[in-house]
C-alpha cells in the first residue's frame, strides 16, 4: 500500500487547524510534521506545543520529523504530546545516544524512525534497523521546503529498500523533499511506500486528486 504523508511546513499557518483537518477528505494516511531547531538544519519551525494541539483536531496519525540536534533529550516530550511515528536522524548524535533515543520512542508505545539526510549513506541505517518502524530517506537538503528533488538518492533508496525486505520488513520506507506527481512514481518504482509531499499537495487544485494520482 502507497501512503500519502502532507507536510503541514506548506499549510497555511493563519489557516492550519482548517488545512490539517481537510487531510482526511482527501485521502491522506500520515500527517506530516517538520520540527526543525536552527541548529541541525539553519532554519526553525515549531515544536512541542504545536504537536499537542494538532493532536486535538485529527485522528491521522501524526508522522513527526525531527530536524534537531540531540534528539535524546526531548524524545519523551514529543512522544507525550501525541506522535504516533517519531522520526530522528542518524546524523543529529551519537550511535549510542541514537539508539537509546529509538528504545524511548518505543518504549512510549510510538513507532521509531530515522532519516537520512542526502549525504549519508545507506549503511548508516543498519545499527537501527531492527529498532526502526520506518525510515525516512531525505531528497532534498533538510531545512526548506520547495526544493528540487535529487533523483541521485534512489541507488540509495534501493539498498535501504533491500536491507528492510531482508532484515525488518515491516519497516515502512519513506521519502521526503521535491516530491509531486512526476517524482513520487519515481521513489515508487525504487522501493518507497510513504511520500511526504508539501507544496504539491498543498499547492493542487484538487488535493484528493492528487493523492489519488500518485498513491494509484
Known amino acids: 500500500m502507497i ?17 490539517i ?3 482526511s477528505g482527501a485521502g491522506a494516511h500520515y500527517v ?19 504537536v499537542a494541539a494538532i493532536r486535538k483536531i485529527t ?19 514529543f512522544c507525550k504530546a501525541g506522535s504516533d511515528i517519531l522520526t530522528i536522524h542518524v546524523e543529529a548524535d551519537t550511535e549510542d545516544n541514537t539508539r537509546k533515543a529509538l528504545e524511548k520512542i518505543r518504549a512510549a508505545g510510538v513507532r521509531a524512525a530515522i532519516s537520512v539526510k542526502p549525504k549519508t549513506p545507506a549503511e548508516a541505517v543498519l545499527p537501527f534497523l531492527p529498532l526502526c518502524d520506518l525510515i525516512l530517506v531525505m531528497t532534498v537538503e533538510p531545512g526548506f521546503g520547495g526544493q528540487s528533488f535529487m533523483e541521485d538518492m534512489m541507488p540509495k533508496l534501493q539498498k535501504i529498500r533491500a536491507y528492510i525486505d531482508a532484515q525488518n520488513p515491516a519497516c515502512e520506507l519513506e521519502v521526503d523533499g521535491g516530491i509531486d506527481a512526476e517524482t513520487a512514481q519515481i521513489c515508487r518504482k525504487n522501493g518507497a511506500n510513504v511520500l511526504v509531499a508539501g507544496s504539491a499537495y498543498f499547492g493542487a487544485k484538487d488535493p484528493a486528486q492528487f493523492v489519488r494520482q500518485v498513491t494509484t
Open 3 to 19: 501512503k500519502i504523508a502532507p507536510s503541514i511546513l506548506s499549510a497555511d499557518f493563519v489557516n492550519l487547524e482548517r488545512d
Open 21 to 23: 483537518r481537510a487531510l
Open 32 to 50: 506530516h510534521v517538520d520540527v526543525m531547531d536552527g541548529h541541525f538544519v539553519p532554519n526553525i519551525t515549531i515544536g512541542i506545543p504545536v
Open 59 to 77: 485522528e491521522l496519525p501524526l508522522d513527526v520529523h525531527l530536524m534537531i540536534d540531540r534528539p535524546l533529550r526531548y524524545v519523551d516530550a
